[in-house]
């Protein structure tokens, strides 16, 4: 073994090593109301600051527990921040805002978050429910404990298939006489 | 299924895009230190088109993604005219239509002016198309250099191998040839390593974690698959070479062309990873995204917040492993025994996907 042979092999060590290029993806930062709040102010407007500055075009709907879809009057991007102005405050009740918006990376990003609004505000036609049917769950806790299902694996079965490639390629490489 | 056609117009771009810049070296070149190259006349404008054409897929990944809530006007609008993707898209368009139309007009190969005009408006193209990309959009301008190295550098290694390769008919001179190339290759190897550890910062840090995620999984096939790539680099950059300047009778060109098909085969992982969401935080990203299909489908089950790499199968996964190294290994054999250099291509694939497979058992069990 050369000294020229350690280098290659360091070389190739060191590429190893290097992960290829990348970056973040643009997500959502915070956003008022914020993931799980329960607000008690009346809810006019939206406000959703992302990791990153944002291309126009971006957009928030907001649906309710009835699963009625509401779109804001308007939405503004400017910088980072997503402003949807609402029109009226909101009914009390549970909402889901759904967003989608474009990083600056040029990739499409979508995402949604809870809140509730208990501003004593009803809808028209809405009675008002004191107790909730059911409590918000941040999505960030939205988990059950670790559990372990034991579902068979089908590792066993992808190293048979590369066994048998491994063979068929391997043979059909090395079994022909080589070109003299 | 626009995630295939992204994938396949980026290789394609990239592909051209080496192309031109081999073609541009090489009549750079005087001929004492090349082989006969013959290159083929009608090549290369339609190379510049394609280049800038392929490019389009991700702005048109914008515009399907606005149409629903916008309307088609309204999101032609805002995805190709006021995003920067759509914008820098356009850039390169109107460059890689010009550089076509010139190398309409005058041959590549009709003087070292047109050559070097036809390298420089090459390197245009490719340093808007490392604008357009991910890294130069969130840092500030050191991203968007580091990303122009490295595609410079694919570009001149891939683009020289495969115009050699494939369109060499006199390997005459190949040693004087192989005496420039060598180094440059290097040098651009080298340029790439340097490249991503510049970029370390903002690389996905939970490296390990992040095999659970489609990205992290291509990250790791693709480092496999380089592996195979500098197998291959070391028989021709070596073996082969030694053997040529003893004055042996080899054909080094299928081993050349071995080599640059593997190493467009990472272009293609990498144009399918550059789509994929990267992850800075992988909890947060799965929470996105979800865990990948390929994770899933091997251990079915097995996530929950707060996986970690266990590594408790190192007798499978370490198996497979050493498997993937043997494969490798049989490389230079198959040279040594004057087999198909195409082999190398088989071999490398196969190698990768046991050591892929296996570096996954390793972490996370059978
Ligand atoms: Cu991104």
């Not at chain 1, 928030?60 to 609402?86: F, I, N, W, Y």
């Not at chain 2, 083929?40 to 280049?51: K, S």
């Not at chain 2, 840092?139 to 595609?151: A, K, P, R, T």
């Not at chain 2, 500098?230 to 073996?239: E, I, P, S």
Request: aromatic share 10%; glycine share 10%.
């Amino acid at each position: 073994m050369n000294r020229k042979w350690i280098r290659y092999i360091g070389l190739c060590l060191c590429i190893w090593l290097v992960p290829s290029l990348a970056a973040a993806h643009t997500h959502l930062k915070q956003s008022t109301p914020s993931d799980g709040e329960t607000v008690s102010q009346p809810v006019q407007k939206l406000t959703l600051v992302f990791e990153e500055r944002i291309e126009q075009g971006g957009s928030v709907e907001l649906r309710d527990e009835a699963g009625h879809t509401l779109k804001p009057s308007s939405v503004k991007v400017q910088g980072d921040t997503l402003e949807a102005t609402l029109g009226p405050a909101l009914p009390d009740g549970h909402y889901t805002a759904k967003w989608k918006i474009i990083g600056l990376d040029g990739h499409p990003m979508q995402g949604s978050f809870h809140f509730e609004v208990k501003a004593g505000k009803t809808s028209a036609g809405q009675k008002p429910s004191p107790v909730p049917k059911q409590q918000p769950t941040p999505h960030h806790d939205q988990h059950a404990a670790p559990v372990k299902r034991s579902t068979s694996s089908p590792v066993i079965w992808v190293v048979a298939i590369l066994v048998l490639s491994t063979a068929v390629i391997v043979g059909w490489l090395f079994w022909r006489k080589p070109k003299a | 299924m626009i995630a295939w056609v992204q994938t396949l117009a980026e290789t394609m771009a990239v592909t051209c895009l080496a192309l031109l810049t081999g073609g541009a070296l090489l009549s750079l070149v005087a001929d004492d230190y090349k082989p006969v190259v013959i290159l083929p006349h009608r090549l290369f404008p339609l190379v510049a088109l394609i280049a800038g054409l392929g490019s389009f897929v991700p702005v048109l990944r914008l515009v399907l993604f606005l149409e629903p809530d916008t309307g088609c006007m309204e999101a032609v609008r805002l995805g190709v005219f006021l995003s920067r993707t759509g914008q820098v898209w356009l850039g390169l368009l109107v460059v890689s239509v010009l550089l076509a139309l010139f190398l309409q007009v005058r041959d590549v190969r009709s003087s070292k002016w047109t050559a070097g005009w036809a390298l420089f408006g090459t390197w245009m193209l490719i340093l808007i198309k490392s604008w357009m990309g991910h890294v130069a959009s969130v840092s500030d301008i050191s991203g968007w250099v580091l990303q122009s190295v490295h595609l410079t550098s694919v570009c001149v290694w891939a683009g020289g191998l495969m115009v050699v390769g494939f369109f060499t008919v006199d390997t005459a001179r190949w040693l004087s040839f192989l005496r420039w190339f060598t180094p440059t290759a290097i040098g651009c190897v080298t340029a790439v390593i340097l490249a991503g550890w510049g970029l370390m910062g903002t690389v996905d840090p939970e490296y390990v974690a992040s095999w659970v995620l489609p990205y992290g999984e291509a990250l790791l096939l693709k480092q496999w698959m380089t592996a195979g790539v500098l197998v291959t680099a070391g028989v021709n950059g070596g073996w082969i070479r030694r053997k040529l300047a003893r004055g042996e009778e080899v054909n080094p060109l299928p081993w050349m062309r071995a080599e640059a098909v593997q190493i467009l085969l990472v272009v293609a992982i990498t144009a399918w990873m550059s789509q994929e969401a990267a992850p800075h935080t992988v909890a947060e990203t799965v929470q996105a995204v979800g865990v990948s299909p390929l994770f899933e489908g091997l251990f079915p089950g097995k996530w929950y917040p707060g996986l970690r790499a266990e590594w408790q199968g190192y007798l499978l996964g370490g198996l497979l492993v050493l498997w993937a190294l043997i494969l490798l290994a049989m490389i230079p054999l198959l040279y040594r025994q004057r087999r198909s250099a195409y082999g190398a291509v088989w071999l490398a694939g196969l190698a990768a996907c046991a050591g892929f497979v296996g570096v996954l058992v390793w972490a996370y069990g059978g």
